[in-house]
């Protein structure tokens, strides 16, 4: 009988002992997202800051409001593109000006900064 219980204690310290990495791997791997997720979220501001700039430079005489951050996309492992949209008021129109912002994301450097006006 004694034989069977140290069977059972062991069987339980291998199952508490797996169950505790398995948290601990999954402690980790939330980190790293919650890391890569913070680092998005700098990036998307820096970029979301140039886009801006860019539209108060272009339409110097207008009022922009309703910045909106529309997502990123992925292009390769050395190109993501963050787009933004930007209410344009003049004292003529009304329009909505889009900032597409093609970056390297390794160097966070910029490659290309497009502004267009959708109508």
């Known amino acids: 009988m ?3 219980l140290k069977g059972v204690f062991r069987v339980k310290q291998k199952v508490t002992l797996l169950v505790l ?3 601990m791997i999954l402690g980790f791997t939330a980190l790293n997202g919650y ?4 680092e998005n979220e700098e990036d998307y501001k820096k970029w979301g800051r140039i886009a801006m700039d860019v539209a108060k430079l ?3 005489d207008s009022q922009i409001s309703d910045y ?3 997502g990123r996309e992925e292009i390769s492992d050395a ?3 963050d787009t933004f949209e930007l209410k344009v008021k003049d004292e003529n129109r009304s329009f909505t ?7 390297n994301p ?7 900064l497009t502004l267009e006006e959708k109508r």
């Not at 890391?35 to 913070?38: G, V």
């Not at 390794?106 to 290309?112: A, G």
């Open 21 to 23: 990495a398995f948290c």
């Open 97 to 103: 000006a889009r900032v597409i912002i093609l970056f």
């Open 2 to 4: 004694l034989h069977i």
């Open 106 to 112: 390794k160097t966070n450097s910029l490659i290309s």
């Open 35 to 38: 890391q890569a997720q913070a």
């Open 68 to 70: 909106q951050y529309k």
């Open 79 to 81: 190109q993501s593109k």
């Open 58 to 60: 272009n339409y110097t």
